[in-house]
């Protein structure tokens, strides 16, 4: 498959030329401009945990990186989808805005920055892609939105373009958004914030740059040690130990956790034998085709949930229905594939096996009564091998959370 | 068995080294102790005016159903109470871990096992009786040994490294209205031997300590002439909370709570071992058997080095009762997810990649072997509530905070229910439904009144002066120095931070107001320190805790509490009443 050019289309052309060249930027522009900031966080998140699921020791050093580096991905998402709330928009997930692979970052300079795709983990992933994806900007790199070699520079354009705004575009009333500051669980770092005018909208995009990339020059740190009251980390100390951290300190980047990782490459953990960029239309085991199907769909549900998240009103599907997805189907799903042979009469233990491609589905007419219908059928065609035990754990467990929410969906009217 | 009985069926009294002043142990959960005087507890009050610290007294009550007896009840005469306390830590065997639980087995050593005379290693001042309201202090010690009673014994000598005695198990003392208070020792420990070490955090031979246990009994005389006895009640005396609001995810009514649901106690819950799961079995009430769980984890961030985000929590999404809708399992299973489940006492890291919570040591992380626990979790029913409110099953109501059973709950509700490696209280013997009454399940089997000495043994069915604290670590400083960190692995992990704190906040220049129910540390908070020791590096002996156990022996009783104030605005978690010089080196070294 060639390199998707779908994102860039989804762009205005000249965006960033017109902000730029602008005193006074329009609102509508605003919108777009962290809208791609949306999308180029979002992108990666695929890419991070596809990778991530391919390793088979969740306890492993690499995962818990991995782990913690596609959850704060998570929260940059979050905080953008606020500040384009706040800009009076809502923000996109599904259609055009939902990455495909492989392919180039929105708007990305695809001379210096890496092509990036869907990836079974392994050192030489972490160092050509994932620090490439993180790389901070060179020093005195210009704020820069088409064509950009970092994400420090797309973020650098955007707070210019803001910062020209005559008067705040931000406002917290009367917009059709609801920013949300309640859906970013668990002990990784950052804060999400609301974003209610130029001075919150700063500090959001510091903690999102920062915490990614790392400031330049790298030698300078970028947050030696904010004056953070709390542990807010565990994580390598600076006595060697693994332990509580305070502030953000910069060896907690995105960037240098790959770095580290891609340069222990004698500890890197097992990982299963999947296929990068997989292309289910390739799959000669039906079964791989069926689970891959089921994947993508489930994926396309849950995104079309999750926008509902972010538009005010009294239904919030967060919760019930976007989080159980997240956490108790698709990960699932996605170890159940890459527990299954893409090719008919394939052994699992060798590969090559299937792997989620993340397709957003439009198209799909299934319900989700529907897909748990399949869901249950599929473990029931399952021989009793012992081969398939990791199989039909993963699948078992993936339908007990389908159904958990079923009652939900169907209110919601997936 | 009788219609009266004393309240709560076990009282925890704890040390201190003020003679004269004391406090009354909390009585409600999470609470301030109380003013024997009845005035409001401030921080002064941990101390008294020469600095030393204040010992916490047990109190007793008497119920008649759930109304209270006191000496102002029409028709009271007298209330005589009866206490026999010993400390029978030297005679017993070695602690390891959780060997012995299921009984010990004949290769398990003694402590101080070269000592033929094993009575010479019991202390045991025999029993005393109170009567009266507001009455002179009786005193359990050597010089007041009842006549006639043949198992008294003290250790001879002055103990090192502080040169001090142990003369005394502590005393009886009654309020205004004839309840029973008891103290207990002034937290001496020791050694004869001058060098004074110690060598392990557990058993040390020819060391002794001041704590102890026994059986509180109580005869109520009528104006008519008649009397009733009452139901005995267990006085055990142990470390001081340093955080007395502060509570542990495992608290120890959590732990014999369990017990007695898995014995068939509450077959609501758990009728005949079969839990009573789904939609048409036990609801778990949101306000008292959920909500107090997910609390205990925000309070932990003011007194260990976890992080506020993580354990910060929405009570009313996560109390919102479902209808017809469930708006919220999402967020009540990822709760559920990060829970260690029973049978997982050796994970750390879930399939699913998460940290499993708590972040605690467990039961045996020491010792490698069959018993291996190295993770606390959890107890069985506690999970069971979670899973059932998990599921949508559960209810949303106020709760009642008054009578004998409440009594009961708090106070035990602010001891420790685990990791027992022993732990701070009492260990593991409590989870034992031997030593309980068959009908009245939190209540000790109490053996008759003995002339003594006392039975070197272990009968459950007759528990003796003694028998409940023996297992804990002698010294107790050397258990609680040690126990604040634990390596496992590459990972650190913590003890019991809500009664020994590891890490806590100071009073610095805050700002702003806040008004969660239950505060959170935050930008404004300041920089969290070490509570004894330093901080900086987890591989330092020193780490957290003081180089040597001896030091501890030391300075245990300046340290500092930790006591929720209004600072500048803010409601914060802070270190007050501390005597000892911050930053403070051990031999000025």
């Given at each position: 498959?060639?390199?998707?050019?779908t994102?860039?289309e989804?762009?205005?052309?000249?965006?960033?030329?017109?902000?730029?060249?602008?005193?006074?930027?329009?609102?509508?522009?605003?919108?777009e401009?962290a809208?791609?900031?949306?999308?180029?966080?979002?992108?990666?998140?695929?890419?991070?945990?596809?990778?991530?699921?391919?390793i088979s020791?969740?306890?492993?050093?690499v995962?818990?990186?991995?782990?913690?580096?596609?959850?704060?991905?998570?929260?940059?998402v979050?905080?953008?989808?606020?500040?384009?709330?706040?800009?009076?928009?809502?923000p996109?997930?599904?259609g055009?805005a939902?990455p495909?692979?492989?392919?180039?970052?929105?708007?990305?300079?695809?001379?210096?920055?890496?092509?990036?795709?869907?990836f079974?983990?392994?050192?030489?992933?972490?160092?050509n892609?994932?620090?490439?994806?993180?790389?901070?900007?060179?020093y005195?790199?210009?704020?820069?939105?088409?064509?950009y070699?970092?994400i420090?520079?797309?973020?650098?354009?955007?707070?210019?373009?803001?910062?020209?705004?005559p008067?705040?575009?931000?406002?917290?009333?009367?917009?059709?958004g609801?920013?949300?500051?309640?859906i970013?669980?668990g002990k990784?770092?950052?804060?999400?914030?609301?974003?209610?005018g130029?001075?919150?909208?700063?500090?959001?995009?510091?903690e999102?740059v920062?915490?990614?990339?790392?400031?330049?020059?790298?030698?300078?740190?970028?947050v030696?040690?904010?004056?953070f009251?709390?542990?807010?980390?565990?994580?390598?100390?600076?006595?060697?130990?693994?332990?509580?951290?305070?502030?953000?300190?910069y060896?907690?980047?995105?960037?240098?956790?790959?770095?580290?990782?891609s340069?222990?490459?004698a500890?890197?953990?097992?990982?299963l034998?999947?296929?990068?960029?997989?292309?289910?239309?390739?799959?000669?085991?039906?079964?791989?085709?069926?689970?891959?199907?089921?994947?993508?769909?489930?994926y396309?549900l849950?995104l079309?949930?999750?926008?509902?998240?972010?538009?005010?009103?009294?239904?919030?599907?967060?919760?019930?229905?976007?989080?159980?997805?997240?956490?108790?189907?698709?990960?699932?799903?996605a170890?159940?594939?890459?527990?299954?042979?893409?090719?008919?009469?394939?052994?699992?233990?060798?590969?090559p096996?299937?792997?989620?491609?993340?397709?957003?589905?439009?198209?799909?007419?299934?319900?989700?009564g529907?897909?748990?219908?399949?869901?249950?059928?599929?473990?029931?065609?399952l021989?009793?091998?012992p081969?398939e035990?990791?199989?039909r754990?993963?699948?078992?467990?993936?339908l007990a959370?389908?159904?958990?929410?079923?009652?939900s969906?169907?209110?919601?009217?997936? | 068995?009788?219609?009266?009985?004393?309240y709560?069926?076990?009282?925890?009294?704890?040390?201190?080294?003020?003679?004269?002043k004391?406090?009354?142990?909390?009585?409600?959960?999470?609470?301030?102790?109380?003013?024997?005087?009845?005035?409001?507890?401030?921080?002064d009050?941990?101390r008294?005016?020469?600095?030393?610290?204040?010992?916490?007294?047990?109190?007793?009550?008497?119920?008649?159903?759930d109304?209270?007896?006191?000496l102002d009840?029409?028709?009271?005469k007298?209330i005589?109470?009866?206490v026999?306390?010993?400390?029978k830590?030297?005679?017993?065997?070695?602690?390891?871990?959780?060997?012995?639980?299921?009984?010990y087995?004949?290769?398990?050593p003694?402590?101080?096992?070269?000592?033929?005379?094993?009575?010479?290693?019991?202390?045991?001042p025999?029993?005393?009786q109170?009567?009266?309201?507001?009455?002179a202090?009786?005193?359990?010690?050597r010089?007041?040994?009842?006549?006639?009673?043949k198992?008294?014994?003290?250790?001879?000598?002055?103990?090192?490294?502080n040169?001090?005695?142990?003369d005394?198990l502590?005393?009886?003392?009654?309020?205004?209205?004839?309840?029973?208070?008891?103290?207990g020792?002034?937290?001496?420990?020791?050694?004869?031997?001058?060098s004074?070490?110690?060598?392990?955090?557990?058993?040390?031979?020819?060391?002794?300590?001041?704590?102890?246990?026994?059986?509180?009994?109580?005869?109520i005389?009528?104006?008519?002439?008649?009397?009733?006895?009452?139901?005995?009640?267990?006085?055990?005396?142990?470390?001081?909370?340093?955080?007395p609001?502060?509570?542990?995810?495992?608290t120890?009514?959590?732990?014999?709570?369990?017990?007695a649901v898995?014995?068939g106690?509450n077959?609501?819950?758990?009728?005949?071992?079969?839990?009573?799961?789904?939609?048409?079995?036990?609801?778990?009430n949101?306000?008292?058997?959920?909500k107090?769980?997910?609390?205990?984890a925000?309070?932990?961030?003011?007194?260990?080095?976890?992080?506020?985000?993580?354990?910060?929590?929405?009570?009313?999404?996560?109390?919102?009762?479902?209808?017809?809708?469930?708006?919220?399992?999402?967020?009540?299973?990822?709760?559920?997810d990060?829970?260690?489940?029973?049978?997982?006492?050796?994970?750390?890291?879930?399939?699913?990649?998460?940290?499993m919570?708590?972040?605690l040591?467990?039961?045996?992380?020491?010792?490698?072997?069959?018993?291996?626990?190295?993770?606390?979790?959890?107890?069985?029913t506690?999970?069971?509530?979670?899973q059932?409110?998990?599921?949508?099953?559960?209810?949303?109501?106020?709760?009642a905070?008054?009578?004998?059973?409440?009594l009961?709950?708090?106070?035990?509700?602010?001891?420790v229910?685990?990791a027992?490696?022993?732990?701070?209280?009492?260990?593991?013997?409590?989870?034992n439904?031997?030593i309980?009454?068959h009908?009245?399940?939190?209540?000790?089997?109490?053996?008759?009144?003995?002339?003594?000495?006392?039975?070197?043994?272990?009968t459950?069915?007759?528990?003796?002066?003694g028998?409940?604290?023996?297992?804990?670590?002698?010294?107790?400083?050397?258990?609680?120095?040690?126990?604040?960190?634990?390596?496992?692995?590459?990972?650190?992990?913590?003890?019991?931070p809500?009664?020994?704190?590891e890490?806590?906040?100071?009073?610095p220049?805050?700002?702003?107001v806040?008004?969660?129910?239950?505060?959170?540390?935050?930008?404004?908070?300041?920089?969290?320190?070490?509570?004894?020791?330093t901080?900086?590096?987890?591989m330092?002996?020193?780490?957290?805790?003081?180089?040597?156990?001896?030091?501890?022996?030391?300075y245990?009783?300046?340290l500092?509490?930790?006591?929720?104030?209004?600072?500048?605005?803010?409601?914060?978690?802070?270190?007050?009443?501390?005597?000892?010089?911050?930053?403070?080196?051990?031999?000025?070294?």
């Amino acid at each position: 498959m060639a390199p998707s050019e779908t994102a860039r289309e989804n762009v205005s052309p000249g965006l960033f030329d017109r902000l730029i060249s602008t005193s006074e930027p329009a609102l509508q522009d605003l919108q777009e401009a962290a809208q791609l900031a949306l999308q180029v966080e979002f992108t990666t998140i695929p890419v991070y945990l596809s990778a991530l699921y391919s390793i088979s020791d969740t306890g492993s050093h690499v995962y818990q990186t991995l782990r913690s580096v596609a959850m704060e991905e998570m929260f940059h998402v979050n905080q953008a989808a606020n500040i384009i709330v706040a800009l009076g928009a809502l923000p996109k997930f599904t259609g055009d805005a939902v990455p495909t692979f492989p392919g180039y970052l929105p708007q990305a300079n695809p001379k210096t920055t890496p092509m990036v795709g869907l990836f079974r983990a392994s050192p030489d992933v972490f160092a050509n892609v994932f620090a490439a994806i993180e790389s901070p900007s060179q020093y005195g790199a210009p704020p820069q939105g088409d064509n950009y070699d970092s994400i420090a520079q797309l973020y650098g354009a955007l707070v210019a373009a803001v910062d020209a705004y005559p008067g705040n575009p931000f406002s917290t009333t009367g917009v059709p958004g609801r920013q949300r500051t309640n859906i970013y669980l668990g002990k990784f770092g950052g804060n999400v914030n609301e974003v209610m005018g130029k001075e919150s909208f700063h500090a959001a995009v510091n903690e999102i740059v920062e915490q990614g990339e790392g400031t330049v020059p790298p030698e300078k740190p970028l947050v030696p040690v904010e004056s953070f009251g709390t542990y807010n980390h565990y994580g390598k100390r600076t006595d060697g130990t693994y332990g509580p951290i305070l502030g953000t300190p910069y060896e907690l980047s995105h960037f240098l956790k790959f770095r580290e990782v891609s340069l222990d490459s004698a500890n890197f953990p097992a990982t299963l034998p999947i296929l990068s960029n997989p292309d289910s239309s390739d799959y000669t085991n039906p079964q791989a085709k069926r689970l891959s199907d089921s994947f993508d769909d489930h994926y396309s549900l849950m995104l079309h949930a999750f926008e509902a998240t972010f538009k005010a009103g009294d239904s919030d599907p967060y919760f019930s229905v976007v989080l159980s997805i997240m956490h108790r189907v698709l990960p699932h799903l996605a170890r159940a594939l890459m527990s299954t042979p893409a090719f008919a009469d394939g052994d699992s233990s060798v590969g090559p096996n299937a792997a989620p491609a993340w397709r957003y589905r439009s198209d799909t007419k299934r319900t989700f009564g529907e897909l748990t219908q399949e869901l249950e059928d599929e473990l029931d065609q399952l021989s009793t091998s012992p081969r398939e035990n990791a199989l039909r754990t993963h699948l078992k467990t993936a339908l007990a959370g389908d159904k958990e929410i079923l009652t939900s969906a169907k209110a919601l009217g997936l | 068995m009788t219609d009266y009985k004393i309240y709560p069926p076990i009282g925890i009294a704890r040390v201190g080294n003020a003679p004269e002043k004391c406090y009354i142990g909390p009585e409600t959960y999470r609470g301030l102790p109380i003013n024997p005087d009845g005035r409001d507890f401030t921080q002064d009050d941990f101390r008294d005016e020469q600095g030393r610290m204040c010992r916490q007294a047990a109190r007793f009550h008497i119920f008649h159903g759930d109304e209270e007896i006191t000496l102002d009840t029409p028709g009271v005469k007298a209330i005589t109470w009866t206490v026999h306390m010993a400390n029978k830590k030297a005679s017993w065997y070695e602690f390891a871990t959780n060997e012995g639980e299921q009984g010990y087995a004949s290769n398990h050593p003694l402590r101080n096992a070269d000592v033929e005379d094993r009575h010479r290693l019991i202390i045991d001042p025999g029993p005393r009786q109170i009567s009266g309201a507001d009455a002179a202090p009786v005193h359990m010690d050597r010089n007041t040994i009842p006549e006639g009673y043949k198992g008294a014994n003290f250790p001879t000598g002055i103990l090192y490294p502080n040169r001090e005695c142990i003369d005394t198990l502590g005393e009886l003392r009654t309020d205004a209205a004839g309840r029973l208070l008891v103290l207990g020792g002034l937290g001496v420990s020791g050694t004869e031997d001058e060098s004074a070490v110690i060598k392990q955090y557990a058993n040390n031979d020819g060391w002794w300590d001041d704590t102890g246990d026994g059986p509180v009994s109580a005869v109520i005389e009528w104006d008519n002439g008649s009397s009733n006895p009452v139901d005995p009640a267990w006085v055990s005396v142990a470390p001081p909370s340093y955080a007395p609001e502060i509570a542990n995810l495992v608290t120890l009514w959590d732990t014999i709570f369990d017990s007695a649901v898995r014995a068939g106690h509450n077959p609501q819950i758990n009728n005949q071992g079969i839990w009573q799961s789904g939609p048409d079995g036990y609801k778990p009430n949101f306000q008292s058997e959920i909500k107090p769980l997910l609390e205990r984890a925000t309070t932990y961030s003011w007194v260990a080095a976890i992080p506020p985000k993580p354990h910060s929590f929405d009570m009313e999404m996560l109390g919102a009762v479902p209808d017809h809708e469930d708006h919220y399992r999402g967020l009540r299973n990822w709760i559920l997810d990060v829970l260690r489940p029973p049978a997982a006492e050796n994970t750390i890291i879930s399939g699913r990649g998460a940290t499993m919570m708590p972040y605690l040591a467990g039961d045996n992380c020491l010792i490698g072997g069959t018993f291996t626990s190295t993770y606390l979790r959890l107890t069985d029913t506690q999970f069971f509530f979670v899973q059932q409110w998990a599921a949508g099953h559960f209810v949303n109501e106020p709760v009642a905070d008054s009578g004998p059973q409440s009594l009961t709950r708090n106070v035990l509700e602010n001891c420790v229910g685990g990791a027992f490696s022993p732990g701070i209280e009492l260990t593991w013997i409590t989870r034992n439904r031997a030593i309980y009454n068959h009908d009245d399940p939190f209540r000790i089997n109490t053996a008759p009144p003995t002339a003594g000495p006392l039975n070197l043994g272990f009968t459950p069915t007759a528990m003796e002066p003694g028998d409940l604290t023996r297992y804990m670590a002698i010294p107790w400083q050397a258990d609680f120095n040690e126990c604040s960190s634990q390596p496992i692995g590459e990972r650190v992990l913590w003890w019991w931070p809500a009664q020994r704190p590891e890490f806590v906040y100071l009073e610095p220049q805050p700002q702003g107001v806040r008004q969660a129910t239950i505060p959170v540390p935050d930008e404004q908070t300041g920089g969290q320190v070490a509570w004894v020791g330093t901080d900086f590096d987890q591989m330092r002996g020193d780490f957290i805790s003081f180089a040597d156990d001896v030091q501890m022996v030391q300075y245990w009783s300046r340290l500092g509490f930790v006591m929720e104030k209004e600072v500048q605005g803010e409601r914060r978690f802070v270190e007050v009443a501390r005597t000892l010089p911050r930053p403070f080196t051990p031999n000025g070294s």
